[in-house]
């Protein structure tokens, strides 16, 4: 005859008790966790905030991290005070019977769909501001800052390097990128032979590089100093040594220096191809020679 075995289970008092021992415990837990987070480790949470789309994500990262960190500690909480609470012992070798409860099943469910469904309405409005939150934004971009005093800075991709031109200093181009502080930037970004990835990781700002095609990005300067350049799609070979660094610098300094790259680099500017958006390589390219539309050294025989 099979044996029945009885499992000892908590009456109705006891289980709310646990229930609001729980929830206390989690909420101070919680409470002290957020603001650690927001008022200690939230300030130097990446990518920092030099420019702001860089803050803007930043405080993206913030708002994300302030709504995940109490769901994981109640379940954390939850765990622990079961295993002290819940656990067997000599009086109960099987522990606790724990039935399920339709209202508590049915209290998570509501509050992680709603914060689910807040974080996609938030996340849906940081991207459109600032200006498409450093995102390239193609060719003819639907978010735009709300000056038109930009600083356009192109961004040329080519096996595996990263170059800039300049339109408003007679179209030079340089191997370094420096920027003024409290501008505005354009970035236009395109490619000369196969798909890179422009990625200024501490301006907020990622774009992709496509062969004959301008992806715009923008970003504001709030703070000097050095940021990375990396290209963020694999390009081939040396695609992880194609990277450089720029700095943010005091409007003062950068006029100098472009100023002076200008002057410096003046008849090598004459050479080049007249600025455009995009530049279609010619079968001499691979060198990193690129040509506008047409190939003015003729075709292949």
Known sequence: MAKTMNFPTYSSEEGKKHARNIVAIWFVVAVIADLIVWF???PHMPPGTMTDQAR??????????????????FLWTFGFYAVAKFRGGKD????????GNVKTQA???????????????????ELVLPAGAGGGEGPSP??????????QVQVIA???????????FGGMETTSINLPINTEIQFNVTSLDVIHDFWAYQLGVKADANPDSNNVAFAKTLETGRFTVRCDELCGIWHGAMFNYGHVVSQSQFLSWAQSMEAQNASVTKLLPKYATTYTPSYLGAGGGYYPAGDP???LN
Do not use: C, H
């Open 142 to 151: 639907i978010w735009r800052p709300s000056t038109n005093k930009l600083l």
């Open 40 to 42: 200690v480790y939230g």
């Open 56 to 73: 803007g994500a930043q405080f993206d990262i913030k708002v994300v991290s302030v709504m995940a960190v109490p769901v994981l500690l």
């Open 297 to 299: 050294n003729g075709t």
């Open 107 to 125: 209290a998570w469910y509501i509050i992680t769909a709603s914060l689910v469904l807040f974080l996609a309405g938030f996340g849906t409005y």
């Open 92 to 99: 109960r070798a099987e522990g606790y019977y724990i039935k």
């Open 158 to 168: 080519q096996q595996w390097r990263f170059t800039y031109r300049w339109p408003q």
